[in-house]
């Protein structure tokens, strides 16, 4: 499983940022998916989870009522909508898989494969 993602880039406090994560390999829909973040000097967080289906998600506080995560599995792919960012939201965001579980995971050692990471930059 190959999980390529874009759309990282500069933005001012309180604008928004598109991320995609797209996949190849495996069947997409047999995968839950996963947001992460990596500020610099922290460790990698859980931002957001969908579950296979797309019918449930999960989010970290921090980002809950900001962000918004879907998947398209006709199109392989999952994203995640920035909205309202902050400096504290700058961080490299990396997509994930996991494929043994049906619902959301949140631990980094749940998931088996991670896309390279984009990073975003909010300015203030």
């Known amino acids: 499983v190959q999980l390529q993602a874009s759309g990282g880039g500069l933005v001012q406090a309180g604008g928004s940022l598109r991320l995609s994560c797209a996949a190849s390999?495996?069947?997409?829909?047999?995968?839950?998916m996963g947001w992460f973040r990596q500020a610099p000097g922290k460790e990698r967080e859980f931002a957001a989870g969908i579950n296979r289906s797309g019918a449930s998600t999960y989010y970290a506080d921090s980002v809950k009522g900001r962000f918004t995560i879907s998947r398209d599995n006709a199109k392989n792919t999952v994203y995640l909508q920035m909205n309202s960012l902050k400096p504290e939201d700058t961080a490299v965001y990396y997509c994930a898989a996991a494929f043994k579980f049906v619902g959301v995971v949140r631990r980094t050692s749940d998931y088996d494969y991670w896309g390279q990471g984009t990073l975003v930059t909010v300015s203030s």
């Open positions: 390999g495996r069947t997409f829909s047999s995968y839950v």
